[in-house]
């Protein structure tokens, strides 16, 4: 697999995480467990979440494949890449019908002009 391929598929793997890590903050039993006060009792109800327990599962995944990108590429040349995070970030969150809006599509733009820049160097 080349290095490239392998740093998309880190970075997907970070987009996943957020939208589980989201998924599972937003469920009504960790939201009923934040609206109370602050106990090991939250706690549990935060981390035993099957999407939080999988958001972080995918960032350890993510993180391990990206160690391998980082033993083939200079960091400066790898860490750009991660830009494009936000790309994929905003094509799921448009998917499921959050709201995008002129100024953030701008942004992501402008993050893939800096990305393609770098890559180019």
Not at 41 to 61: I, K
Request: include cysteine; aromatic fraction near 10%; proline fraction near 2%.
């Amino acid at each position: 697999m080349s290095t490239l391929v392998t740093a998309v598929f880190s970075i997907l793997l970070s987009v996943a995480a957020q939208f589980s890590l989201k998924a599972g903050m937003s469920s009504d039993a960790v939201r009923l467990a934040l609206a109370q006060p602050l106990s090991l009792r939250t706690a549990v109800a935060v981390f035993s979440n099957g999407h939080v327990l999988g958001g972080f599962v995918l960032y350890g995944m993510g993180a391990i494949v990206w160690l391998g990108v980082l033993s083939k590429w200079e960091v400066s040349k790898a860490y750009p890449l991660v830009g494009l995070g936000f790309v994929f970030t905003v094509l799921v969150g448009f998917m499921l019908n959050e709201q995008i809006g002129l100024l953030r599509l701008a942004g992501v733009c402008f993050i893939c002009a800096g990305v393609f820049m770098v890559g180019k160097s």
